[in-house]
């Protein structure tokens, strides 16, 4: 059964609700209590998001301070429903103007309550995009357009676009200056063994989208990913260019993208939401260009003292820069007293995450930088137990850099007034979870 | 544009219902949407302000549609309890269901629908019927879902007015959103109905699949879940909806992806070719991998799923190992379902990579995260031969670390990969005795027992070794004890010289004398008599060949998997459970287990006294002695082999046996069954502990399913904690074939108490003339001991609380409980001597305070905390008594219930 909820709770760190709806009659009206009895008193909370209490099932998402808990009594769609909770939080903010937490929700309950209604109808989700929502659900509340005072703006066929099959674009948009903003955006995820062998490696990319285009337009990406070279060159029946290619592992579209066409035509051809959003995710495992190299050395001499030495490569572009940079090396926790010697940058050493934090703000490519640290240990009493080595993590942003090697090719847009259009193109690599074990 | 709604959160003063009342019948339209708002908030933080229903509903005829909106949400609320006038709210929602504006007719609808009023539900149909056939797609897909409702509601009424020919209607609608939430309804309704009305034919199969292309995300979510049920006619069809779904595992939202490999994995199954199959195991490979990266939560529903799904096709993700490598910061719940399929995952080819990151999770923080790597070490080895020597070495270097509970865990792997590679491995003993003191959890320290045991001709020092185990033998659990046993018999009959047989003295002495579990007696009674009669038999028993095992721990039964596989992405795939066994159609309290009576019986015999079992301390060696005490039964005919000995304890006894003679009159409600007929050849026996008039009674029945008639009935009861002992003779008539009767036996208490610590368990004996004597295990409820008397003022509550130390304070919850009216419960509690006292309101919980009084002046002071109607019930007591408390609890999850 694709139900995804019974009922909603919003709850802050300290169990009250702040907000609640009711979808079906299946689940008591206060099993919020059972939630907080079972769950959020007890060493459980954290263990799992679904558990099973009496005879109900309760799905739960920490988002900043706020708990929202799903309740079931049926076998529901766990998958719709956490993915229901995750588009309904990204609604929210794109209301809020950013923030989500209890404030925020406090602030806004009566628009929440109202949203509530609309996005979900009897525990099915109904339409969440923001774009459409946004047309006939204002802060202030709609005054009906046939009522005796009519509002400043008509919303027309709100209700047809909620349902229509471009349920994502509203019809009648005006732009002076057509314009498309593409940002390429790359996860780096590094898992490095402590003898410098890649464990695991890959990237996890982004287009983000930001669409100022009037009317209906249509538009078609073309990136240099080998299926779609080589599809395309079977079409026109000319040989593929030479140049780099890349293979993506997989990729999975925003819901305007016309998925049939592109599997069988491989193109990437859809009509935009207005304003902001992500069009599509990618995965690549080969070939992926790492931007940083990180040679660490840590001796324990004796019980009471360490050195620690981490050498950083940067292997990208000469011309390009890192910005950002932070290296944390972590230490045990009985560390007493450090001290540093860079040769970029400053470090010092964080209680609280039991680190040694090196923060590097422009970082050239094709460089190294090094730090050396003693650390002193408070020697403790009784037997010595050996310290676990959490890994390095390492933070960074490398601009008009891509680590899988991922360019656009063309963007084309087609609209029936046949108007121009400026495309601008950014690239950007972050570190994802980039981990060296030492 | 953030709103400032917190301040309708802050009026808490104390008169603010009439305060409210007042603003909502303001003149100005202003102060009246501020007063609904305020009626909200108050409704969130669980304030009750039903009483302002008819002062709410005079706000709905509004043009203001978030006032409207706000109003609507105050009925579904509060509707159900103010049936009578929500009536007042119909007339406006009719004429909302015919408003020019689409958005408001559908409001009307969708929230006539949730008011589940019988009286509101008749005037639902026709606006209903309209809007199903409205102009505007908006308000016929909320119409749709309506139906699903108004079903759940009356499902006569749905099909009378003919509202399922409308909506299979609507399946054919040309707006694709109307089409999925119409699929969604009459999935939902089809759930709920056994006759067949949403049937999926060939025809609508394709109308489906078009509008799968066009929908919205969740829209495709609805209309894959009810396809899932379809079964494709033959293997050309299969392929052709796969063919239309695989373009899905391309959508950015995980619930569409895991709905479509749901269903490709269901018509996979018809699909004969071997190339389709091998293209699609490849295209799914991908998708699945992706999900891993969305939030933590999606990532544990996916890899629950991935679970099952490795388990019936290995080769979808046989070469993405790597992505189940734990991150660091992945929360626990992640890193032991990756941990999971990563053991199923582990071939010869990958298993060097596998190990090393196993090595590595050995060694962080998690103390469960650290024993499921070990762990998955040793299963590892078992389930690849040829890996098994690289697994030893790992765990070996493991044990090198010393971490305490790396090591326990280790051994007991270890003993697994010895049963599964016998006369392999055993060169690593050695290295394994090393580390002997360490241990100090029971199942490590059996494991490294039953090593010693089995290898006793290779270890040297083996008699020794376990030696130094027996001088603490009476103090171990039981687990460490069988083993023991065994072991030290398993010495024996190797090295059969003098220390061993000295040993094997102790033991059997300890195991059968000086214990009180029946368990382990009855094992040393067998070994003793095995030795004592025929030690070459012995050998054969002992050290015979063991089968050889497998790695099938977490392996599901194949056609619970297809089920569980049908089922992709929902609960069920997360619970790896089948649906019916969690989902009750009817809602209802959780049912009481029933079960823990039956644990008890079978595990419970805690306690038996050794008194009478003359000659147990045999002064010749066990090997050759016929020395061995077995009791002939007191009684008649000898007793099913089940336990020779309790009989003569029960006999032994300085209680008459008691005869029966007079008749009684059977009375009350049934009582459970504690000697089934089929045990008691014919004869059953149903009983219970009960107080009446402040004594206590043994209610008991019998029931002759025997050929012939039995008489002579007599009862005996063993020692128990509270010295319960009968207090007069059982009178039972002769019963004839196919009759029963039911006697109340007085009992008197603090007769024959048995030593230890207090527990419930309360073991009886029945003989007839006819039949041999029969035994079987009740449970002394603590309440029976509760006096009349144990009634306290508040006063004296307190105080009696104050001059208890906290210490004596124990807590605990009964998750089963269920506390549906808090009259009723009080009623119910003070029937059996637990008194009321006061009771408060914290939250939205009931805090009720109780007393109660054990004989001898043992109070009770106890505080119950749940809220009305809510599964869980907190219960704290505290006592100068703290040996009571186990059994306490036990007294109170039953009376709860």
Known sequence: ?438 | MSGHDSKYFSTTKKGEIPELKEELNSQYKDKRKDAVKKVIAAMTVGKDVSSLFTDVVNCMQTENLELKKLVYLYLINYAKSQPDLAILAVNTFVKDSQDPNPLIRALAVRTMGCIRVDKITEYLCDPLQRCLKDDDPYVRKTAAICVAKLYDINAELVEDRGFLEALKDLISDNNPMVVANAVAALAEIQDSSVRPIFEITSHTLSKLLTALNECTEWGQVFILDSLSRYKAADAREAENIVERVTPRLQHANCAVVLSAVKIILLQMELITSTDVVRNLCKKMAPPLVTLLSAEPEIQYVALRNINLIVQKRPTILAHEIKVFFCKYNDPIYVKMEKLEIMIKLASDRNIDQVLLEFKEYATEVDVDFVRKAVRAIGRCAIKLERAAERCISVLLELIKIKVNYVVQEAIIVIKDIFRRYPNTYESIIATLCESLDTLDEPEAKASMIWIIGEYAERIDNADELLESFLETFPEEPALVQLQLLTATVKLFLKKPTEGPQQMIQAVLNNATVETDNPDLRDRAYIYWRLLSTDPEAAKDVVLAEKPVISDDSNQLDSSLLDELLANISTLSSVYHKPPESFVSRVKAAPRADDEEFADTAETGYSESPSQGVDGASPSSSAGTSSNVPVKQPAAGSPPPAAMPDLLGDLMGMDNAIVPVDEPAAPSGPPLPVLLPSTTGQGLQISAQLTRRDGQIYYDISFENGTQGVLDGFMIQFNKNTFGLAAGEALQVTPLQPGQSTRTLLQMTPFQNISPGAPNSLLQVAVKNNQQPVWYFNDKIPLHVFFGEDGKMERAGFLEAWKSLPDDNEFTKEFPGSIISSIDATVERLAASNVFFIAKRKNANMDVLYLSAKMPRGIPFLIEVTASVGVPGVKCAVKTPNREMVPLFFEAMEALTK
């Open chain 1, 1 to 438: 059964m694709p139900v995804a909820a019974s009922a909603i709770y919003f709850l802050n760190l300290r169990g009250d609700v702040l907000i609640n709806r009711l979808y079906r009659d299946d689940v008591g009206g206060n099993m919020v209590d059972a939630f907080r009895m079972h769950i959020m008193q007890t060493k459980e909370l954290g263990t799992c998001p679904v558990r099973q209490i009496g005879g109900c099932s309760f799905l739960y998402m920490r988002i900043s301070n706020v708990y929202i808990v799903i309740v079931v009594s049926s076998n529901a769609n766990v998958a719709c429903a956490f993915k229901f909770v995750v588009e309904a939080v990204a609604l929210f903010k794109s209301y809020f103007g950013g923030a989500f937490d209890e404030d925020a929700i406090r602030n806004n309950f009566v628009l929440i309550y109202e949203l509530l209604d609309e996005i979900m109808d009897f525990g099915y989700p109904q339409n969440l995009s923001p774009e459409i929502l946004k047309l006939y659900i204002t802060q202030e509340g709609v005054r009906s357009p046939f009522s005796s005072k009519p509002s400043d703006k008509p919303v027309p066929n709100a209700t047809l676009q909620v349902t229509g099959a471009v349920g994502w674009r509203r019809e009648g948009l005006v732009y002076k200056k057509n314009e498309v903003f593409l940002d390429i955006v790359e996860s780096v995820n590094l898992l490095m063994s402590s003898k410098g062998s890649v464990l695991r490696c890959d990237v996890t990319g982004k287009i983000l989208m930001k669409c100022f285009l009037s009317g209906m337009p249509d538009l078609k990406l073309g990136l240099n990913d080998k299926i779609g070279l080589e599809k395309e060159a079977q079409l026109k029946s000319r040989p593929a260019k030479s140049g780099k290619t890349i293979e993506l592992d997989d990729v999975t579209f925003h819901q305007c993208v016309n998925l049939t066409r592109f599997n069988s035509e491989k193109t990437v051809s859809f009509v935009p939401p207005d304003g902001e959003f992500e069009l599509m995710k990618y995965r690549i495992t080969e070939g992926v260009n790492l931007p940083f190299r990180v040679l660490p050395t840590i001796k324990e001499l004796g019980r009471t003292r360490m050195e620690i030495n981490v050498k950083v490569k940067s292997v990208f572009g000469a011309k390009m820069f890192a910005l950002g940079v932070v290296v944390k090396v972590p230490v045990p926790k009985q560390t007493a007293k450090t001290s540093f010697q860079t040769t970029s940058g400053k470090a010092k050493y964080n209680a609280s995450i039991d680190s040694l934090v090196w923060k590097i703000r422009k970082f050239p490519g094709q460089t190294e930088a090094t730090m050396s640290a003693e650390v002193e240990l408070i020697s403790t009493m009784g037997e010595k137990k050996s310290w676990n080595r959490p890994p390095i993590q390492m933070e960074f942003q490398v601009p008009m850099f891509t680590a899988s090697g991922l360019r656009v090719r063309f963007l084309k847009v087609w609209e029936k007034s046949g108007y121009n259009t400026v495309e601008w193109v950014r690239y950007i690599t972050r570190a994802g979870s980039y981990e060296i074990r030492c």
